[in-house]
């Protein structure tokens, strides 16, 4: 595809419940951020990867949330035991390298509702 | 103080006004500055990269005071689809991490 895939562009979940959110990258980017946006709130940092190297975790708020990328492309988020505060969209945004002069380019989010 | 901050407005406009946003950042080693266009339940796209010597594209004008730690953006003969939220993105030096500011809400009503 040309732009970053995010899915489930929509996710309704229990409190309690564990949730896997997905995001592919443009192809051949080798930076991967993800974002999450509250209602009425700025974008969040969350974790960035960069190639094969250490993910920079700094953004995660609890060890609840957990992220790994496979083979250098797709991206996977993970929540466990979600609560209502982790209510947002979560956006995946992926650029060519990551660092200065590079774009980013966002997916259209996954929206997560704990119920 | 946050690393990025905004006015959120909202700014309410006419059609054809000029309008300007401004964006301060605390981080004097920051390096790279950018636009974003955010629409409602949109995920954010860029609208200009912000350059030393200021850059502009049609009505579109961005500038950056280091000096002050500003960055500006200003749009003339604003149109309707031009109302949505604009992020103000700032990137350290040798960070790979861009920092977001709220957002600043622009309405342009007929």
């Known amino acids: 595809g040309a732009g970053v895939s995010q899915s489930p562009s929509n996710k309704v979940t229990e409190k309690g419940k564990d949730v896997e959110l997905r995001c592919d990258p443009i192809s051949g980017h080798t930076a991967l951020y993800w974002y999450r946006q509250s209602l009425g709130q700025g974008l969040e940092f969350l974790i960035y990867f960069q190639g094969n190297s250490a993910p920079d975790k700094s953004g995660l708020p609890s060890d609840r949330f957990s992220a790994e990328r496979t083979g250098g492309s797709v991206s996977t988020l993970t929540i466990q035991r979600t609560q209502q505060e982790d209510s947002a969209v979560y956006l995946c945004a992926s650029s060519s390298q990551g660092g200065a002069g590079n774009t980013i380019y966002f997916g259209e989010g996954s929206w997560l509702t704990v119920v | 103080r946050k690393e990025v901050e905004q006015d959120p407005g909202p700014f309410n406009v006419p059609e054809g006004a000029t309008v300007a946003f401004n964006c301060t950042y605390s981080n004097s080693a920051s390096q790279s500055f950018f636009w974003y266009r955010q629409d409602c339940r949109k995920e954010p796209k860029l609208l200009m990269s912000?350059?030393?010597s200021g850059n502009e594209d049609g009505r579109f004008t961005a500038q950056l005071n280091r000096a002050s730690q500003y960055i500006s953006l200003l749009i003339r003969d604003s149109k309707l689809s031009d109302s949505a939220t604009y992020l103000c993105v700032v990137l350290r030096g040798g960070s790979y991490i861009p920092t977001f500011g709220r957002g600043t809400s622009l309405i342009v009503h007929p």
């Open positions: 912000v350059y030393s």
